[in-house]
């Protein structure tokens, strides 16, 4: 067995299939990391090092999403492979959220399309290239300011695309995305907590000193429904999140999707917020409404968008700043830590939130 062969070797099944691609990506425009050149020879080959402390030495987490550097301005991207046989819609919705005047529009949270790349000879399968994002979740929030910002986000976000008439069918936790404006270090796409080159823990300031934009990715269930049709039913099509309430009660009967996209936020805000972090009980009203078990009693997202603004007008500055402490950070010295960074800002001038009402 050759070198490269070996090296080929610590691939999976599915990364094979990106490193068998690697030239029509390059060729495209679209350079994958060296782990996926058909002449990669890993980093720790002669070293006392292993695979899982080097750069290359890290598997992806998804089968169907992998990174590339464009290679016109060394943007980083995001590569996601898609059979639109199986996901037609996906491309169509994702495209008429980013033509003019919708993408222009500051509500719209939808993650943007780049390109669309055909693969030849590859069975309806499409590749679309969108902007490299990461977990929302991740760092931690710091203060209400910053939770108010992300939900504002969000809130908005889902209201643009209903009042769009298109229903997402699958707005979990993990489908809310961030941009990287809070880093420093650029991030290592399949270890997030580490740079990019693999030497350091990825180096951030917090959200109140640079704040993210937060947007909803995978609109492969979604749909786009006429204007005229005020009621849209659809057989449930389960997503990320299983604890839907409709949907156990008769799989084969149809639903609206706009109150189980209601649903789906909900959840999302409350494993995100009300289930880890202190600091943030005045959303629980509002929350648990979404949630509501019956979707005739949901508010719509005109509704959940405006009383938002109310609770957000009640809250003051000194608020604002106020400490959210994790789960994970209850400790003297988070404390202490959180405490410097609120006279900093303060001294500074620094806004406690970034979103307008």
Known sequence: MDSTSAAHSHLSEFEIWWKDHYNFLNDKGYKLRSRYSPDWVPSWTNTNKVDIECEDGIMPRHHSLLDARRTQDGARVSLKRIDVSRHPYEIKIGRYFCSAPLSEDPTNHCVPIYDVLEVPTGNNLVIIVMPLLRDATDPYFDTVGEVVDCIHQLLEGLHFMHK????????????ILMDGSMFIDAWHPSDQFMSEDFKRVARHRTRTQSPPRYYYIDFGISRKYDASNTNPLEIPIYGGDKGVPEFAEAYTKPWNPFPTDVWYLGHAIQETFLDRYSGVEFLSGLVTDMMHSDPTQRPN??????RFQVLRQGLSK???????????ERSLFDFLAYWARRIQYIVRRISPTHTSL
């Open 164 to 175: 769009h008439h298109v229903a997402h069918r699958d707005c979990m936790q993990l489908n």
């Open 301 to 306: 997202m005109d509704d959940v968008f405006s």
């Open 318 to 328: 000194w608020k604002l700043r106020s400490r959210v402490a994790h789960d994970d």
